[in-house]
Each structure stands twice: as structure tokens, then as C-alpha cells.
């Protein structure tokens, strides 16, 4: 992991502990499994992607991806009989996945997403829970 990758993390970990709301879970959800009405804010980062992942930053693809803070921190687990998946707990930053969406209208603002959840298996994938998106609307700030 590259040093500019490393610090950004530590700062937005930094963000998301000291954030209002980040004692309370808002919910337990499965992965594989139908999500609905989780809030947050989208925003963009950019990431190495292949073929060195940020090992050489001069050839390396470099990648946008959508990241939801969420207001509040939620659980994930696997459904009965999943072997493949581990429980996660106090989940606030969740990547965003999109075939069909384009989320740059989104960026840096509140909304409300539905989809699926995954556990982050592949290379390219940057928080521990992957949401597969269904949904998204942008919320009203209160």
C-alpha cells in the first residue's frame, strides 16, 4: 500500500470514529441479501488500480471509486449455512458498486441506497463490505 493510500485511510478512519452517531449501530442486515433504506454520503476517491495495485504508480491503472459513509454504523452477517462469508460489525464506509448508475451526480452528498451486500474478495475492492447497487436517491439534509 502506497504512503499517500495509507494516510488517506487513516484520516478517514480518524473521520468515521470521531463522527456524531458512531456508538449506536443502526442495524443488522446478511450479505446476499436485499438492502434497503441505508443513508449516507457518496463520495469519490481515486485509487491504483492494475497491475501493481499503487506498487508503481507510473504504469498502474488509476481507478475512481464511490464510497458510502454511513450515518450510522451497521452489522453484516452471513446468512445460515454461509461458510464463505465472516460476520463484520460497526461498518461505516461501504464501496459502492454501479453497472447501471452513473454516481458522480451523487458525489459528496446525502442519499439512500438499496442493493445487495458482499464480503470484499476481489483485488479492486477498498472496505471490507461491497454493496452491488439497486438503488439510489439523493436524501435532503435536515
Same mark, same amino acid.
Not at 434497503?36 to 501493481?52: D, E, W
Not at 462469508?85 to 441506497?113: G, P, T, Y
Given at each position: 500500500? +502506497?504512503?499517500?493510500?495509507? !494516510?488517506?485511510?487513516? #484520516?478517514? *478512519?480518524?473521520?468515521? =470514529?470521531?463522527? $456524531? &452517531?458512531? /456508538?449506536?449501530?443502526?442495524?443488522?442486515?446478511?450479505?446476499? +441479501?436485499?438492502?434497503?433504506? !441505508?443513508?449516507?454520503? #457518496?463520495? *469519490?476517491?481515486?485509487? =491504483?488500480?492494475? $497491475? &501493481?495495485? /499503487?506498487?508503481?504508480?507510473?504504469?498502474?491503472?488509476?481507478?475512481?471509486?464511490?464510497?458510502? !459513509?454511513?450515518?450510522?454504523?451497521? *452489522?453484516?452477517?452471513?446468512?445460515?449455512?454461509?461458510?464463505?462469508?465472516?460476520?463484520?460489525?460497526?461498518?461505516?464506509?461501504?464501496?459502492?458498486?454501479?453497472?447501471?448508475?452513473?454516481?458522480?451526480?451523487?458525489?459528496?452528498?446525502?442519499?439512500?441506497?438499496?442493493?445487495?451486500?458482499?464480503?470484499?474478495?476481489?483485488?479492486?475492492?477498498?472496505?471490507?463490505?461491497?454493496?452491488?447497487?439497486?438503488?439510489?436517491?439523493?436524501?435532503?439534509?435536515?
Amino acid at each position: 500500500m +502506497t504512503m499517500k493510500k495509507t !494516510l488517506m485511510l487513516i #484520516v478517514l *478512519a480518524a473521520a468515521l =470514529y470521531f463522527s $456524531p &452517531g458512531a /456508538g449506536a449501530q443502526a442495524g443488522s442486515y446478511f450479505f446476499d +441479501t436485499p438492502v434497503a433504506g !441505508l443513508t449516507g454520503h #457518496v463520495s *469519490a476517491f481515486l485509487f =491504483y488500480g492494475p $497491475p &501493481g495495485f /499503487g506498487e508503481d504508480p507510473e504504469h498502474d491503472s488509476k481507478e475512481n471509486h464511490y464510497l458510502l !459513509l454511513l450515518e450510522k454504523p451497521i *452489522a453484516v452477517a452471513p446468512k445460515k449455512g454461509d461458510t464463505s462469508n465472516e460476520a463484520v460489525s460497526n461498518v461505516r464506509l461501504i464501496q459502492i458498486r454501479s453497472k447501471n448508475n452513473d454516481l458522480s451526480r451523487f458525489s459528496e452528498k446525502k442519499v439512500m441506497v438499496s442493493g445487495k451486500l458482499y464480503t470484499a474478495a476481489a483485488g479492486g475492492n477498498i472496505t471490507d463490505v461491497v454493496m452491488e447497487l439497486a438503488g439510489i436517491e439523493q436524501v435532503n439534509e435536515k
